[in-house]
Protein backbone atom coordinates (compact mmCIF):
# COMPACT_ATOMS: atom_id res chain seq x y z
CA UNK A 1 0.00 0.00 0.00
CA UNK A 2 1.37 3.39 -1.00
CA UNK A 3 0.37 6.00 1.06
CA UNK A 4 -1.53 8.70 -0.55
CA UNK A 5 -3.15 12.13 0.44
CA UNK A 6 -6.60 10.37 0.66
CA UNK A 7 -5.14 7.17 2.14
CA UNK A 8 -3.36 9.26 5.34
CA UNK A 9 -6.29 11.36 5.90
CA UNK A 10 -5.24 14.47 3.58
CA UNK A 11 -7.82 17.41 3.52
CA UNK A 12 -7.01 20.10 0.62
CA UNK A 13 -7.15 23.56 2.59
CA UNK A 14 -8.64 26.25 0.38
CA UNK A 15 -6.11 27.40 -1.41
CA UNK A 16 -6.19 30.70 -0.03
CA UNK A 17 -2.25 30.87 -0.01
CA UNK A 18 -1.23 29.11 -2.88
CA UNK A 19 0.69 26.71 -0.98
CA UNK A 20 -0.05 23.00 -0.54
CA UNK A 21 1.31 21.08 2.39
CA UNK A 22 1.50 17.75 0.14
CA UNK A 23 3.47 19.19 -2.75
CA UNK A 24 5.92 19.32 0.25
CA UNK A 25 5.62 15.94 1.32
CA UNK A 26 6.64 15.19 -2.45
CA UNK A 27 9.71 17.04 -2.55
CA UNK A 28 10.62 16.20 1.10
CA UNK A 29 12.91 12.89 1.02
CA UNK A 30 12.51 12.98 4.91
CA UNK A 31 8.83 12.34 4.24
CA UNK A 32 9.79 10.07 1.32
CA UNK A 33 11.51 7.78 3.68
CA UNK A 34 8.55 7.88 5.86
CA UNK A 35 6.32 6.69 3.18
CA UNK A 36 8.08 4.15 2.59
CA UNK A 37 8.43 2.71 6.04
CA UNK A 38 4.44 2.66 5.89
CA UNK A 39 4.38 1.13 2.96
CA UNK A 40 6.90 -1.93 4.23
CA UNK A 41 4.89 -1.84 7.75
CA UNK A 42 1.67 -2.25 6.21
CA UNK A 43 3.75 -5.41 4.09
CA UNK A 44 4.96 -6.76 7.30
CA UNK A 45 1.43 -6.20 8.82
CA UNK A 46 -0.14 -8.29 6.16
CA UNK A 47 2.65 -11.65 6.86
CA UNK A 48 3.45 -11.23 10.11
CA UNK A 49 0.02 -9.98 12.01
CA UNK A 50 0.21 -9.26 15.90
CA UNK A 51 3.39 -11.68 16.09
CA UNK A 52 5.03 -9.02 18.76
CA UNK A 53 2.44 -9.35 20.73
CA UNK A 54 1.75 -13.28 20.36
CA UNK A 55 5.47 -13.73 21.42
CA UNK A 56 5.70 -11.38 23.93
CA UNK A 57 2.80 -13.62 25.55
CA UNK A 58 4.61 -16.22 25.13
CA UNK A 59 7.40 -15.08 26.85
CA UNK A 60 5.61 -13.11 29.20
CA UNK A 61 7.43 -10.30 28.53
CA UNK A 62 6.14 -6.72 27.37
CA UNK A 63 5.67 -5.75 23.53
CA UNK A 64 8.43 -3.15 24.10
CA UNK A 65 10.60 -6.07 25.29
CA UNK A 66 10.19 -7.88 22.08
CA UNK A 67 10.54 -5.18 19.89
CA UNK A 68 13.83 -3.91 21.39
CA UNK A 69 15.03 -7.00 20.97
CA UNK A 70 14.53 -7.14 17.48
CA UNK A 71 15.94 -3.94 16.89
CA UNK A 72 19.25 -5.05 18.91
CA UNK A 73 19.19 -7.54 15.93
CA UNK A 74 18.40 -4.90 13.21
CA UNK A 75 21.71 -2.75 14.74
CA UNK A 76 23.77 -5.17 14.72
CA UNK A 77 22.97 -6.03 11.02
CA UNK A 78 23.30 -2.43 10.43
CA UNK A 79 26.57 -1.94 11.91
CA UNK A 80 27.85 -5.53 10.53
CA UNK A 81 27.05 -3.96 7.16
CA UNK A 82 28.73 -0.70 7.14
CA UNK A 83 31.47 -2.52 8.51
CA UNK A 84 31.88 -4.65 5.39
CA UNK A 85 30.30 -1.77 3.22
CA UNK A 86 27.35 -2.49 2.43
CA UNK A 87 28.09 -6.09 1.06
CA UNK A 88 25.87 -8.52 2.29
CA UNK A 89 25.32 -12.14 2.01
CA UNK A 90 21.76 -12.21 2.31
CA UNK A 91 21.37 -9.97 -0.84
CA UNK A 92 17.16 -9.43 -0.49
CA UNK A 93 17.65 -6.78 2.24
CA UNK A 94 20.15 -3.79 1.80
CA UNK A 95 21.69 -1.70 4.62
CA UNK A 96 18.50 0.62 3.92
CA UNK A 97 16.28 -1.81 4.44
CA UNK A 98 17.60 -2.96 7.82
CA UNK A 99 17.37 1.00 8.63
CA UNK A 100 14.03 1.21 7.66
CA UNK A 101 13.12 -2.19 9.52
CA UNK A 102 15.03 -0.69 12.57
CA UNK A 103 12.83 2.82 12.33
CA UNK A 104 9.58 0.91 11.77
CA UNK A 105 10.29 -1.32 14.67
CA UNK A 106 11.11 2.15 16.78
CA UNK A 107 7.23 3.62 16.02
CA UNK A 108 6.09 -0.08 17.02
CA UNK A 109 7.43 -0.06 20.34
CA UNK A 110 6.30 3.58 20.85
CA UNK A 111 2.94 2.60 19.66
CA UNK A 112 3.64 -0.15 22.42
CA UNK A 113 3.78 1.66 25.08
CA UNK A 114 0.79 4.16 24.42
CA UNK A 115 -0.83 1.09 24.45
CA UNK A 116 0.65 0.05 27.59
CA UNK A 117 0.18 3.96 29.54
CA UNK A 118 -3.90 3.31 28.43
CA UNK A 119 -3.88 0.19 30.49
CA UNK A 120 -2.36 1.75 33.61
Same mark, same amino acid.
Given at each position: MVATPESI???EPPNHCGYCPFEAYKED????????? &?T?? &???NTDYGNSFEI?????? /???VEVLLSRM????? /??????? /??????VKDET?????L???????? &?????GKDNQED
Amino acid at each position: MVATPESIGFIEPPNHCGYCPFEAYKEDPFLGVLEKM &ATIH &AAKNTDYGNSFEIAAKMLG /RPVVEVLLSRMTDKLA /RACNLVS /RNGQAAVKDETLADTLLDLANYAVL &AVVALGKDNQED
